[in-house]
């Protein structure tokens, strides 16, 4: 092995676990326990438009704060598509559902 491979693994493996790092967040604030949110998209989305509003978000998880849907709103426009919820759901390490 060349000794410039010698130097570059060790180094590879040390940034791709600091990017793996526990202490980074999805969110800019402190919010409950993600896992207490782990839904498939469909279920929520009760009217079938795509979407998830905060009406259908707390429908379905009716202890939610305003704050949880918001953090996971990325785009801010008040809905939540299927792009976002999985975002959220991969950044916690949640199961997706078919």
């Given at each position: 092995?060349?000794?410039?491979?010698?130097?570059?693994?060790?180094?590879?493996?040390?940034?791709?676990?600091?990017?793996?790092?526990?202490?980074?967040?999805?969110?800019?604030?402190?919010?409950?326990?993600?896992?207490?949110?782990?839904?498939?998209?469909?279920?929520?989305?009760?009217?079938?438009?795509?979407l998830?509003?905060?009406?259908?978000?707390?429908?379905?998880?009716?202890?939610?704060?305003?704050?949880?849907?918001?953090?996971?709103?990325?785009?801010?426009?008040?809905?939540?598509?299927?792009?976002?919820?999985?975002?959220f759901?991969?950044a916690?390490?949640?199961?997706?559902?078919?």
């Amino acid at each position: 092995m060349k000794p410039q491979t010698l130097i570059v693994i060790p180094i590879a493996l040390i940034l791709l676990t600091a990017g793996c790092s526990s202490h980074e967040k999805y969110h800019r604030s402190d919010l409950p326990d993600p896992t207490a949110f782990n839904a498939h998209f469909g279920d929520m989305d009760t009217n079938g438009d795509e979407l998830v509003n905060w009406e259908e978000f707390a429908v379905h998880f009716p202890n939610a704060d305003r704050q949880v849907f918001n953090a996971v709103d990325l785009n801010k426009d008040d809905k939540l598509d299927h792009d976002e919820w999985h975002a959220f759901k991969t950044a916690h390490g949640l199961t997706h559902h078919d």
